[in-house]
């Protein structure tokens, strides 16, 4: 079967491709090649779980096209997004005296894009990257778009910086030993573009859940390719989320990320935040954008099929607030949600502290009563 190909066009005249398929990984090397010439190093930055399973695959391939190989090996987990992390990396790739014709590839989740990408953007003022992402969320979300970043204790990705991959090499085979909370953990994001994009993808989503959590592999490689495709879209139009097209992608988000930090990182999952966040914002839209009850009832249906059920506690509301207040997102003192308001139709707006705040107060009171 051969690989499916999204282009990521983005200004001036810059463009990038995102291969979508099983065994795409073993001709890493040949687009090394191809995309960077003059590169004979790469530094492969991979976590504790997925190195030993495709480290030396992906070391095979480049070596094959005689590119000399780097392994940087980083523990596994959201506790890993760190300057800590950050900083070991950098003198690893400074011990082996790699200049600025080498390349650092990313083999894992969205850990490794993001601290690969990070890296990539810092080392040496800028070196090239490409990602391999194994996980279902970093081939529909992390590893496409140039975001990348790192923890602090106040708030996720505080730090980053944008930084566009070269390529992206998709391995739907790498997939087989992804854990089920992993898939469950992808399928919220894949929800999340369904809702924004349109009807069509809505229900197709709908009507494939069943296949889809039964990992079927013409399904599974139907959902990341629309992904990617409504991805490369919106980071065309705004590729630095500047003119709010690609805030849309942070739907669920500004919920999700202040319960990861508030829980502590790792208790929940990106997914299943990011699913109760989009819950929370479908029930803000009915009550201040107009969505309607149908809407959230719709969007309820396809997470609960999706696997993604409300999560089962609850945290402080005052601490959320002040959590959110502290998100990158935050401007001017107020918190944004991206509020659906339809399928495919939404909207950014501040939402005041009140407001947040008596929505919060609801969300907790429903998990002492569930």
């Avoid at 491709?17 to 073993?26: A, C, E, K, T």
Wanted: aromatic share 6%.
């Amino acid at each position: 079967m051969s690989a499916t190909r999204v282009v990521v066009n983005l200004p001036d005249q810059r463009s990038y491709d995102v291969r979508i398929g099983p065994r795409v990984l073993d001709g890493l090397g040949r687009k090394v090649r191809e995309l960077l010439p003059s590169c004979s190093h790469v530094a492969v930055i991979g976590d504790a779980n997925v190195a030993p399973l495709y480290g030396a695959r992906a070391k095979e391939a480049l070596n094959q096209e005689g590119l000399s190989v780097t392994e940087i090996t980083v523990p596994a987990g959201e506790d890993s997004k760190s300057l800590a992390v950050l900083a070991e990396i950098w003198q690893a790739l400074a011990s082996k005296k790699l200049d600025r014709s080498c390349c650092i590839v990313s083999l894992g989740g969205g850990v490794a894009s993001d601290l690969a990408g990070f890296a990539a953007a810092a080392y040496l003022r800028g070196v090239a990257c490409i990602h391999v992402p194994t996980s279902l969320l970093a081939m529909v979300d992390a590893s496409v778009g140039g975001k990348t970043g790192v923890n602090l204790p106040a708030g996720k990705n505080l730090v980053g910086a944008f930084k566009q991959p070269a390529y992206v090499c998709a391995d739907t085979a790498t997939l087989a030993t992804l854990p089920e909370r992993e898939w469950t953990c992808g399928w919220a994001e894949v929800a999340k573009t369904a809702v924004l994009d349109s009807d069509e993808f809505f229900f197709w989503l709908d009507g494939a859940s069943a296949q889809l959590r039964a990992h079927d592999d013409d399904a599974v490689r139907e959902a990341i390719t629309r992904c990617v495709v409504f991805k490369a879209d919106v980071v065309a139009r705004d590729e630095e989320e500047t003119q709010d097209v690609r805030a849309c992608l942070n739907l669920g988000h500004t919920l999700g990320h202040a319960l990861e930090a508030c829980t502590g990182y790792g208790t929940c999952s990106h997914g299943e935040a990011v699913a109760e966040g989009m819950r929370f914002a479908a029930r803000l839209s009915a009550a201040v954008a107009g969505a309607s009850l149908e809407f959230v009832q719709a969007q309820d249906e396809l997470l609960d099929k999706l696997g993604l059920e409300p999560l089962p506690f609850s945290v402080p509301p005052r601490e959320l607030l002040d959590c959110m207040h502290g998100d990158k997102k935050a401007h001017d003192g107020q918190i944004l949600f991206v509020l659906p308001t339809d399928i495919g139709s939404w909207e950014v707006r501040p939402v005041a502290d009140d407001v947040v705040l008596e929505h919060l107060d609801a969300w907790a009171r429903s998990k002492e009563q569930a």
